[in-house]
Protein backbone atom coordinates (compact mmCIF):
# COMPACT_ATOMS: atom_id res chain seq x y z
CA UNK A 1 0.00 0.00 0.00
CA UNK A 2 2.94 2.69 0.73
CA UNK A 3 4.00 1.93 -3.23
CA UNK A 4 0.22 3.07 -3.87
CA UNK A 5 0.46 5.59 -1.94
CA UNK A 6 3.98 7.05 -3.46
CA UNK A 7 2.89 6.96 -6.99
CA UNK A 8 -0.60 9.34 -6.24
CA UNK A 9 0.52 12.61 -6.80
CA UNK A 10 -1.18 15.83 -5.58
CA UNK A 11 -1.63 19.57 -7.32
CA UNK A 12 -0.06 21.86 -5.60
CA UNK A 13 -0.35 25.52 -5.52
CA UNK A 14 2.91 27.09 -6.81
CA UNK A 15 6.01 27.96 -4.58
CA UNK A 16 5.45 31.58 -5.28
CA UNK A 17 1.78 31.25 -3.69
CA UNK A 18 2.57 29.47 -1.07
CA UNK A 19 5.35 32.31 -0.26
CA UNK A 20 2.45 34.39 -0.28
CA UNK A 21 0.53 33.26 2.34
CA UNK A 22 3.40 32.66 4.39
CA UNK A 23 4.06 36.71 4.38
CA UNK A 24 0.52 36.75 6.16
CA UNK A 25 1.37 34.50 9.18
CA UNK A 26 0.85 36.43 12.47
CA UNK A 27 3.58 34.94 14.07
CA UNK A 28 6.66 36.79 12.29
CA UNK A 29 8.79 38.69 14.39
CA UNK A 30 10.17 41.74 12.83
CA UNK A 31 8.85 41.11 9.76
CA UNK A 32 10.24 37.87 9.60
CA UNK A 33 9.07 34.72 9.30
CA UNK A 34 9.48 32.35 12.83
CA UNK A 35 10.74 28.50 12.04
CA UNK A 36 11.06 25.70 14.38
CA UNK A 37 13.04 23.25 13.18
CA UNK A 38 14.10 19.95 13.90
CA UNK A 39 17.72 19.12 15.45
CA UNK A 40 17.57 15.64 15.96
CA UNK A 41 14.81 13.50 17.70
CA UNK A 42 13.40 15.55 20.65
CA UNK A 43 15.17 18.47 19.74
CA UNK A 44 14.55 21.57 18.13
CA UNK A 45 15.50 25.10 17.24
CA UNK A 46 13.71 28.44 16.49
CA UNK A 47 15.22 30.86 13.98
CA UNK A 48 14.12 33.58 11.64
CA UNK A 49 17.63 33.55 9.36
CA UNK A 50 15.78 31.49 6.10
CA UNK A 51 16.05 33.24 3.24
CA UNK A 52 13.36 33.09 0.39
CA UNK A 53 16.14 31.69 -1.60
CA UNK A 54 16.48 28.34 0.98
CA UNK A 55 12.53 28.55 1.21
CA UNK A 56 12.20 27.94 -2.71
CA UNK A 57 14.71 25.79 -2.62
CA UNK A 58 13.40 23.34 0.60
CA UNK A 59 9.84 23.44 -1.76
CA UNK A 60 11.40 22.43 -4.70
CA UNK A 61 13.01 19.41 -3.41
CA UNK A 62 9.69 18.25 -1.18
CA UNK A 63 7.62 18.48 -4.58
CA UNK A 64 10.16 16.68 -6.84
Known amino acids: EAEKFMEDSVDLPEKEVVY??????KKKIAGKLKFVLPKKVGEVMQTTDVSKTEIFAAFDYITK
Open 20 to 25: GYMQKD
